[in-house]
């Protein structure tokens, strides 16, 4: 990659990450759909991570995750019952979620558009699953809980709704990544897809 391809990727980069931190916390109420806001920086650090591999998908995980600290951050109550901002969730979180995006199906698919929106589903499902784990734990060991949601508020009042949420911001996005950039033709140059020649032999049948 030479100079000017470079210094493309990076300004790329710098608009996409200010711009989806930005919209999703500023036009929040304009963004909801199914009761639920669309979650831009998850599904840019998903595709980022598909299309582009494993190092921009750690790099933009990190950023956005810092990103996601500063604006919303998840805030406990602690044992002295006064409200405790916790720091480095959405940068630990969003740094698993960029590597894990680069990696699945690498080994038996190429990097296909519609396999992006499946990456979407999956991690949309594992990530917000997952939160209710942590927080119905944290609740429990802190002596905080009284009362948690149902399993079918959780399923088809949270979870689903969120998911089809995302969805929808799914397609913009992979057509910006695909037609603007950061690499031009939506191709990053030497990425290696992780799969033998005889991997591909079936796929072209």
Same mark, same amino acid.
Do not use: A
């Given at each position: 990659?030479?100079?000017?391809e470079r210094a493309r990727q990076i300004i790329l980069y710098a608009v996409y990450i200010t711009s989806v @931190? @930005?919209?999703? +916390?500023?036009? %929040?109420? +304009?963004l909801r759909v199914f009761g639920r806001t669309c979650d831009l920086m998850l599904v840019f650090v998903v595709l980022a991570g598909y299309l582009f591999g494993t190092k921009d998908g750690i790099v933009v995980g990190l950023i956005v995750g810092m990103f996601r600290d500063y604006?919303?951050?998840?805030?406990?109550?602690? $044992?002295?019952?006064e409200p405790v901002a916790v720091l480095g969730i959405g940068l $630990?979180?969003?740094?698993y979620i960029g590597l894990l995006a680069s990696v699945l199906f690498r080994k038996r698919f190429r990097r296909k558009y519609n396999l992006g929106i499946l990456q979407v589903i999956l991690i949309s499902l594992i !990530? !917000? %699953?997952l939160g209710h784990?942590?927080?119905?734990?944290? $609740?429990s060991v802190s002596g905080n809980l009284v009362t948690y949601h149902s399993?079918? !508020?959780?399923l088809f009042s949270s979870i689903i709704p969120q998911i089809f949420a995302n969805i929808l911001v799914t397609i913009p996005i992979l057509f910006l990544l695909r037609f603007v950039g950061p690499y031009k033709k939506g191709i990053r140059s030497g990425l290696v897809d992780g !799969? %033998? +020649?005889?991997?591909?032999?079936?796929q072209s049948i």
């Open positions: 990659m030479n100079k000017k @931190c @930005c919209i999703q +916390v500023t036009f %929040s109420h +304009v604006f919303s951050g998840p805030v406990i109550t602690g $044992l002295n019952k $630990l979180s969003f740094f !990530y !917000y %699953s784990i942590v927080s119905f734990i944290f $609740l399993l079918r !508020y959780i !799969y %033998s +020649v005889e991997d591909r032999k079936w």
